[in-house]
């Protein structure tokens, strides 16, 4: 089972980047995929997920901003990340599954079974 993350890069404060994330090994159609981050320093944190049907839940901080979308076919999930702020710097990683019950999604990373390795994105001012 693998996770392969990219679309990262350096970008402008109020640019934007699309990240993809391929699974392979095993079909991730009915798992509810999502993005954590990670910045120099600090935890990793919750950004957005979407369940197979395409229900989806967003960290407040990228609430309007980001938006999570998947292709089931492709087994690919993407993170389109607009008006890019400097704290969005980070290494971005996908993640499978996030935990969910309906409309009630667990956040926490410690749910994650299957992690890519990441990709950075670096937002400068």
């Known amino acids: 089972v693998q996770l392969q993350a990219s679309g990262g890069g350096l970008v402008q404060a109020g640019g934007s980047l699309r990240l993809s994330c391929t699974a392979s090994?095993?079909?991730?159609?009915?798992?509810?995929m999502g993005w954590f981050r990670q910045a120099p320093g600090k935890e990793r944190e919750f950004v957005a997920a979407?369940?197979?049907?395409?229900?989806?839940t967003y960290a407040e901080s990228v609430k309007g901003r980001f938006t999570i979308s998947r292709d089931n076919a492709k087994n690919t999930v993407y993170l389109q990340m607009n008006s890019l702020k400097p704290e969005d710097t980070a290494v971005y990683y996908c993640?499978?599954?996030?935990?969910?019950?309906?409309?009630?999604?667990?956040?926490?990373?410690?749910?994650?079974?299957?992690w890519g390795k990441g990709t950075l994105v670096t937002v400068s001012s």
């Open positions: 090994g095993r079909t991730f159609s009915s798992y509810t």
């Open positions: 979407t369940t197979w049907s395409g229900r989806s």
């Open positions: 993640a499978a599954p996030v935990r969910n019950s309906g409309s009630s999604f667990y956040t926490g990373s410690d749910g994650v079974d299957y």
